[in-house]
């Protein structure tokens, strides 16, 4: 079930750390500027984008790609292909949808616990 090769992986993996930074530089200066702490909720996407980007580095599998059918696992291709198996197709958009859902539960619990974190006060 492995749909991405090691450069495909890295690039996931960069993605991944883009959005903890952004998720974290976001979360310090909301606290810091006691912004309401329902602001916090436009957390969600940054969040989303690193719980995702390990997803598929945890997984070796890209959820675009398994969405639309298509994989680029051959180490040293820089192109993805179609993948022609029915079978594998379809176990593809299983796990995909499996990832978006994960990636959905782990980021609103994320979320819920950032809108426990009292603003600092100066």
């Not at 599998?61 to 059918?69: D, E, I, L, Q």
Request: with cysteine.
């Amino acid at each position: 079930m492995c749909n991405i090769n090691k450069a495909e992986v890295a690039s996931r993996k960069k993605a991944m750390w883009a959005g903890v930074g952004i998720s974290a530089i976001l979360l310090i200066a909301l606290v810091a500027l006691s912004a309401p702490v329902l602001t916090r909720l436009v957390l969600f996407v940054p969040i989303y984008v690193a719980t995702i980007g390990y997803l598929q580095v945890k997984n070796k599998f890209c959820v675009a790609y398994g969405s639309s059918g298509k994989q680029n696992a051959s180490e040293g291709s820089e192109s993805a292909s179609q993948v022609e198996d029915d079978a594998a197709l379809a176990a593809d958009k299983k796990k995909t949808r499996t990832m978006y859902l994960q990636a959905f539960g782990i980021t609103a619990v994320i979320v819920a616990i950032t809108l426990l974190i009292p603003n600092i006060q100066f």
